[in-house]
């Protein structure tokens, strides 16, 4: 196991901790909760990656697993799929396709004639998108890849935040999952869902020789594993966790007495029924 690993769960004699780290737009905080009801004894902290970062915090061991984005390095990393995002086009306010309802879709073809920026950070795969991700629990066939619609930038923006600003000033249209098109709202800037584009799937990772009872205490919980049925750290009966792999200690039941001390209590029922019944015949 790496340094890094050994450190993650704690080092020397202090208490334990996994550390979780997320890309921009990754929401984790329903299995945050989870795990914090579950191990209260295990501190969990966020760790806060940029997207093209996220694989080197977790090979350096500053991290025990990050929610990101695929694809990553199957060579060192483990990752199971946890969902995909829909595809937005981010437009200025007096663009013409802010004019369509909310609920209406825009096609690729749309963007042809639009200046559609790139950001080095882009997090969407355009090209063999979803060949890159198949290895990692996608059922569905390859596809044939999806090319970068409309006409090139000069420039590319640096950062998706960069390119945001660039579309409030009208210089071109952004192509990015939903969820980065609302972590960077602006009044000046709408969204509208993009049909054909390929979606940005997201991820559980983490570095595949660094599997422990605490990488699969949280694979259980993304999962939507019970505590029962969960492969990792398990409560014990007094509600502190068990160690890995552990069953809880079943809670005993209540002593039934002895065959002779059952046959009294019937017999006195049946005595008790047959005075009754003889002292209360009619006259």
Known sequence: MHDGAAAAGGTGDGPRRFRLAYVPGATPAKWVRTWRERHPDVPLDLVAAAADDAERVLRDGEADAAVLRLPVDRDVLAAIRLYEESPVVCVSRDHLLAALDEDETVA???????????????VVAWEQAQEQTRAVGDAAPPSDGVSLPGRPAVERPATTADAVALVAAGVGVLVVPQSLARLHHRKDVTYRVLDGAPAAPVALAWVAENDDDLVEEMVGIVRGRTVNSSRGRRPGADGSPAQAGTAATPRPRAARGSASDRTGRSRGRKDGRGSRGRGSGRR
């Open 108 to 122: 690729l073809d749309d963007l042809s004639d639009d200046v559609v920026l790139h950001p080095l950070d882009d």
